[in-house]
Nanobody, 116 residues
C-alpha cells in the first residue's frame, strides 16, 4: 500500500514562508508525476503544483511566482517552498500523484494557517 506522509505545515503570518515535505513509497514516487494539492474549509481539493520525474513543473495561477515545487528522487521526497503566503493559502495540503486515480489513497495532510 502506498504511503504518503506530509509535514511542515504550521501557523505563519501573511508574507511569511513555509516549506512542506512529502515522503512517499519508493516505486510510487519514482514512477509518477507528483503534485501538491490543498483543501480549504468548505472547498474542494485542488491541485496547486505538479512536477514530472524529470523536474518539469506546473503551477496554479494563484501560486505562480510564490511557490516552488521540487523533488529528490533519491530520497523519495517532494517539497513545496511557499513564500509570500496569503490568508487565502490557508488549507490542508496533501501530496499525491497527478492525475490522482479514484482508487488512490491520501495521507493525513499538513495544515497551513496564515494569520496575523
Amino acid at each position: 500500500q502506498v504511503q504518503l506522509v506530509e509535514s511542515g505545515g504550521g501557523l505563519v503570518q501573511p508574507g511569511g514562508s513555509l516549506r512542506l515535505s512529502c515522503a512517499a513509497s519508493g516505486s510510487f514516487f519514482s514512477s509518477n508525476v507528483m503534485g501538491w494539492y490543498r483543501q480549504a474549509p468548505g472547498k474542494q481539493r485542488v491541485l496547486v503544483a505538479s512536477i514530472t520525474t524529470s523536474g518539469t513543473t506546473i503551477y496554479a495561477d494563484s501560486v505562480k511566482g510564490r511557490f516552488t515545487i521540487s523533488r529528490d528522487n533519491a530520497k523519495n521526497t517532494m517539497y513545496l517552498q511557499m513564500n509570500s503566503l496569503k490568508p487565502e493559502d490557508a488549507a490542508v495540503y496533501y501530496c499525491n500523484r497527478w492525475p490522482v486515480r479514484s482508487m488512490d489513497s491520501w495521507g493525513k495532510g499538513t495544515l497551513v494557517t496564515v494569520s496575523s
